[in-house]
């Protein structure tokens, strides 16, 4: 693997790292939002965030946290 090419595959899984991250601090701002309002505006940072998660996806650890 040439020197750049590492360099890609790692800024790419700090990234990854970096977006699981995000995505869990969110995840505990939504158990612990109160209002609907709030809701709306975490889903949207996750949504620009990860553009290819469904609102399911996102809220499924919750669930199962719950359950």
Do not use: C, D, G, H
Not at 1 to 10: A, F, G, P
Not at 19 to 26: D, E, G, I, N
Not at 27 to 39: D, I, S, Y
Not at 55 to 60: N, P
């Amino acid at each position: 693997m040439s020197y750049k090419s590492r360099n890609i595959r790692v800024n790419e899984l700090r990234k990854r790292r970096n977006r699981k991250q995000k995505l869990k601090k969110l995840r505990e701002k939504f158990f612990l939002a109160k209002t609907e309002e709030e809701k709306e505006k975490i889903l949207e940072k996750v949504f620009k965030i990860a553009p290819w998660l469904t609102e399911e996806e996102f809220l499924k650890p919750i669930k199962e946290k719950l359950n």
